[in-house]
């Protein structure tokens, strides 16, 4: 059971802790359910439920667990009951597994002895009370999915959508899981048994029913739980591809071809165009995915100069253009298109590409300094074209302008970029790095992070001097433990400056527990264990009347 990958390392440290110091107890297992008690801030109530060795469910009672996550009270009990004294406490499956036998066969024996008119009637009755029951008895029985069979299933997941949607339209987020449960639990089910069957575009009709259902619900989907079915889905699409027939393929190509049209959320629409895009290799489809991606670019070039035309037309850029290239006449088109749509961003850049691979580098120079003009809107972009200009200056030889570049890329368009001014170092001598960096210091704007290249070039005064004037903790926790060594008293005193500031503010028993890491920090640093002494004693006369700040000092 690898239950561990269910939480993340911070949980499972606080989980093993409360496990060490014996927090756990009254741990009890039943065939299916470990129960415990764990004693916190309050005693918590933790159960963990499990079908054979699979966690299929966990509670806790704890605030944390009741919003929905996996908390170190949980961690601690799975630790007492895999690596504790308590680690013999497991169910015996074996037995588990001979008492279902029997009982299967008790209801065999009373299927048999019961007359078969009767046994008929009963069971009528309750496949017609639930079609999905019905559906699956059909399907076992290998009776063919009719059409009336197909709306049956596609019936099932309206109204499993309109279940947790309910008057309101929205599927909470508690909600949620149980949706995609559910959804998930046809895939695996129906569909897997469709694909089974051989009955392709049937599952195909189902998966693709469920995809559309999932863009259409309106749904705080936090937990991940779209994604997770559309990667199933998309998973499955594959797989169908690899089996159809001629013509059930060039119907699955028309589906996707239909649903690019904006009408699925951009997110869920992405699976769709990466089957498109990069499936359905066959000769036969060459010219119509050539068709579609010309009328794509042609309404996006009919839009109007914006992002979203930008957008639209570059997406469709590159595979148009390399679906080009084995078609007759392919080069003077891409040649044509590249005048064209010379203004899209996308086009130039798979110009570039096609030229760096052909080694035209004084074209791609050209188109780069071209791009950099019409894209100086777009700082990202710009910053992409300069770095490609440095590095064909250096792929050149070209020792002066890769220089210069390399320079104006460290100090104007990656100020404090780390790479880069190791980049620069390594043009030098040591003898002439000195003067050089101080050089390239002084050319840096106020907004740089000046202090990674100080903690890079080992130049802790000057580190110690941008934490001491920095405002609030980040810096101070980010090079502390570099500098407390040599600096302890600076540090201290930044420490006390800074928890101080943050102690003079009422705050919840959340910001106290910060406040007490933070001088368990400081009694690491020499000299720190006094110094805190002194801080909670000020604290506790000045604050004695925070009973949950004074709570957290005690642990301290």
Not at 188 to 201: G, I, P, R
Not at 399 to 423: C, D, M, R, V
Request: hydrophobic content about 35%; proline content about 1%.
């Amino acid at each position: 059971m690898n239950w561990k990958e269910l939480f993340s390392s911070r949980i499972l440290d606080r989980g093993f802790d409360y496990y060490l110091c014996n927090a756990v107890s009254h741990l009890e297992v039943s065939e299916d359910c470990v129960t415990a008690k764990v004693a916190g801030t309050e005693n918590y109530q933790v159960e963990i439920y499990f079908d054979y060795d699979e966690i299929v469910d966990m509670y806790c009672s704890c605030p944390y667990a009741e919003d929905g996550n996996y908390c170190k009270h949980m961690a601690a009990v799975l630790y007492e009951w895999t690596e504790g004294e308590n680690q013999g406490l497991y169910p015996d499956h074996t037995k588990q597994a001979g008492k279902k036998s029997e009982e299967k066969e008790a209801v065999r024996t009373l299927i048999r002895e019961t007359d078969p008119e009767i046994v008929t009637d009963f069971l009528a009755d309750i496949l017609m009370k639930d079609e999905h029951l019905l559906l699956s008895f059909r399907r076992t029985a290998g009776e063919n999915i009719s059409e009336t069979d197909m709306q049956r299933y596609l019936r099932q997941v309206d109204e499993i959508a309109y279940r947790y949607s309910g008057r309101g339209g929205f599927i909470s987020y508690y909600d949620a899981d149980g949706f995609i449960s559910e959804l998930e639990r046809m895939l695996a089910d129906d569909v897997n048994d469709m694909l089974d069957q051989n009955n392709y575009m049937c599952a195909f009709r189902l998966m693709n029913h469920i995809f559309e259902t999932l863009g259409e619900v309106d749904m705080d989907d936090s937990a991940g739980g779209t994604a997770m079915l559309a990667e199933e889905i998309y998973d499955n699409w594959m797989r169908l591809l690899d089996h159809v027939s001629k013509q059930e393929k060039k119907e699955m190509f028309d589906w996707f071809a239909a649903h690019l049209n904006g009408s699925m959320i951009d997110y869920l629409e992405e699976y769709i165009y990466q089957i498109f895009v990069n499936e359905f290799k066959e000769k036969e489809y060459q010219h119509l995915k050539i068709e579609f991606m010309e009328q794509k670019i042609q309404k996006a070039s009919s839009q109007g100069k914006s992002w979203d035309r930008d957008y639209e037309l570059g997406r469709w850029v590159i595979p148009y253009l390399n679906l080009l290239k084995n078609q007759k006449g392919g080069k003077e088109k891409r040649e044509s298109f590249f005048r064209q749509y010379w203004d899209n961003s996308s086009v130039r850049r798979y110009y570039i590409d096609q030229c760096m691979r052909k080694r035209k580098y004084e074209e791609a120079l050209k188109a780069l300094d071209d791009s950099i003009r019409l894209d100086q809107n777009y700082r990202g972009l710009v910053s992409d074209y300069e770095y490609m200009k440095k590095n064909i200056y250096r792929i050149q030889g070209r020792k002066q302008e890769y220089e210069a570049q390399l320079w104006k890329l460290a100090t104007e368009i990656s100020p404090g970029n780390l790479e880069l001014f190791k980049e620069v170092k390594k043009l030098y001598s040591e003898e002439e790095w000195i003067s050089k960096r101080e050089e390239l210091f002084k050319k840096l704007p106020s907004y740089a992070h000046i202090e990674r290249l100080y903690k890079e070039e080992k130049l802790y005064d000057r580190l110690l001097n941008y934490v001491k004037k920095s405002e609030g903790m980040y810096a101070l926790q980010e090079y502390g433990r570099i500098l407390q060594k040599e600096y302890p008293e600076e540090i201290l005193q930044k420490y006390r400056t800074e928890v101080e500031k943050m102690a003079v503010r009422t705050s919840d028993r959340k910001t106290y527990q910060y406040l007490v890491s933070l001088l368990r920090s400081m009694k690491k640093i020499k000299g720190g264990s006094k110094m805190v002494e002194e801080i909670v004693d000020d604290w506790r006369r000045r604050y004695g009347k925070r009973p949950a700040m004074m709570d957290e000092l005690r642990k301290l």
